[in-house]
Structures are given as structure tokens and as C-alpha cells.
């Protein structure tokens, strides 16, 4: 699967490449008073956009030994040498700024994904993207039989924390939690925080047994972390599908019947139930 978006970049390097030796081509094969030098200035965007500033650099600096060395070629008798050169500096200096603020426009792009998905106190998937990566999976599950696991986790008495230390320390509480799960399960699991202090791990390709023990992790680790004050316990639901026609609504609501069986019987544990 990595080499998959490797693949990808490789081939779309390629073809700037070969868009950039296409105008190198028809610039060499027009007259000079076309000026045509200044489509070279479409690869390089493109590659700043898709493969970052590194690579608009990269493909600025190679287009604008280019343009030079055909504008060699075609100067007339009364251009003189540094004229040309003041020419490839202004190119290089309008590419600068165009790299920069597409760069710009990246950044801002990727962080306004981040917050559409995102909790911002965790870090985790928000519920709602956490559902629509549950309902995808969930169609993989119908169309090919795999093995789908769900867990979902509250935490015992978390008004109590928020009571008797803070909402402040509640917060941390939440992040340390987050963090825990982030690390009692696979990096191909996505985490996500579902309400105040319940969360969810979706675990792709995963049968009950391996998400029983991912889940018993789990819950070890927050009461490994929260050894101290406060002290923070979690009680943990699991199901596991295999084929199942069940939609995300019912899935969850599973996850949650199990979780509250947990709660009833005596909180810090972990039941799980099969579709």
C-alpha cells in the first residue's frame, strides 16, 4: 500500500518533466517574439502545488537555465548578455513568489481539512468523520466479506475529574486518553472522539479476538497512565461483523450496548458482543 502513493509521485514528476521538455521543444522550434518561455511556468506550479516548494524550487531553477540557454540562441545582434540574465532573474523572482504562495495556500488548505475532521482538543477523528470512515469501511465489509471490529470507550466517572480538578485537568485528561488509545492500537486504526469523554476505534480487517486484546490494552494503558491524581478508568465495548448488512447507526449502537453492559458490570472492563 505505501508504494501505491510513490507510484503516484514518481509518474506525476515524470509528466512535469515531459511538460517542461515540451515546451523546451516548442520554444526552441518558434520564433523568439512568441515569448512562449513563460508556459514553463505551469509544471513548476504544478509541482509546487501537488509535491511541495521543494520541487517547485527545483523545477524553477531547471526552467530558467532553459529559457537562458535558448534565449542564448535567439538573442538579437542589439540584446546584450546581461539583459538576458535581468530577464531569467525577474522569472525567477515572479516563480519565487508565485511558489510561495501556493505553498501558502497548502498550508491553509491542509489545515482547514485537519479542523473539518478533527477533534481540536485531541487530535482524533471528530464523530463525524469518524462515521464516515465507519460507513466506507462498513461497504468494504458487505462487498467482500472481511472482518470489521469496532470498539468504543467511556470513561468511569469523568464528571467527577471535572468536579473535583477542573475543566482544565479534564481537557489534559481527554488528550492523555487519546493519546493512550493512539498507542494500544495499529497505526491503520482510526481513533476517534464520538461525545464528551467517549471515544471510538475502528479497527479495518480485524476479528473479535484481536480487538478483545486491542481493547484489553487499551484499557490497561489509560489505568497505566492514570496511576496518580485523578485516578481515570474506562469501560469499553467491542463488536466485531464479518459480511454484516447492519448500517452505521446500528453498529455504534451495539458499541454503546456494550459499553453500558460494562458500565453495569462494575466499570474498568471490556465486553464484546459479535453481529
Known sequence: MAAQPTLRRTARLAGFVALIGAVYVLNLKTPPELHLGVLYVIPVLLASW????????????ATSVLRFLVGIDQLPPTTTLTFRTL????????????????SQLRQTQAQLERAATNDPLTNVHNARAF??????ELGRNRRYGRPLALIYLDLDDFKRVNDAHG??????????VADAMRLAVRAADIVG???GDEFGVLMPETDGAVAHAAALRLASGIRTVFRGTPSVTASIGVVSVT??????????????EAMYEAKRAGKDRVVQVAL
Open 193 to 195: 472522539r464520538l461525545g
Open 167 to 176: 475543566h482544565v485537568t479534564g481537557d489534559a485528561v481527554l488528550r492523555l
Open 131 to 136: 462515521s464516515e470512515e465507519l460507513a466506507q
Open 50 to 61: 501537488h509535491d511541495g516548494m521543494a520541487w517547485g524550487i527545483v523545477f524553477g531553477v
Open 87 to 102: 530577464n531569467e532573474a525577474s522569472y525567477l523572482a515572479v516563480v519565487a513568489v508565485a511558489i510561495a504562495g501556493l
Open 243 to 256: 459480511g454484516t448488512e447492519a448500517g452505521t447507526d446500528e453498529l455504534l449502537r451495539k458499541a454503546d
